[in-house]
């Protein structure tokens, strides 16, 4: 992928490392609503494997997966916003927004497997099984993405170093 330049009207490095670091924060929100979406799709939805909060009634259920769906939508279409900001101040850089939306992805995976699934006690990922293979695939999936992600965004600042000494 190849790395945009920064703003036309650039005026000094603040500027530079603001849109650095928003690219970034912009990956890691859209990453989070995407995998956050695809969660409550198809474990939620499809598969019908939990809930949001499973302590309740299956209708207090149906009611936090709507809350986690719509936070899934809003986080993804921010993300999707300030892209599109970006792209207009010709200051995207998709490398570092694409590893941004590995550890947003793999962040928030990382999370519910422990803090929602386990400390809390919200919600398995499912019932009435083995759980440890369940939980295994999950927690491995999460750390690769978090692994990728953080290579991504090593690189794109290596690239991105060089840009700046090139000018």
Known sequence: ME?????????????????????LWSGILFGIGLVAFIDETVFHQLLHWHHFYDKSTKAIGLVSDGFFHAFSWFATVGGLFMVADFRRRNAWLPM?????????????????????HKLMRLHQIRYNV??????MVWHITSIIMIIIGIVLVIRSAKKIRQMGAAS
């Open 96 to 116: 570092r927004w694409v590893g941004g939306v590995l550890l947003g992805a793999g962040g928030f995976q990382f999370y519910d497997g422990t803090i929602q």
């Open 130 to 135: 083995q759980i440890l293979p369940y939980d």
């Open 3 to 23: 790395e945009n330049v920064y703003p036309k009207r650039q005026s000094n490095g603040t500027t530079r490392s603001i849109y650095i670091n928003r690219n």
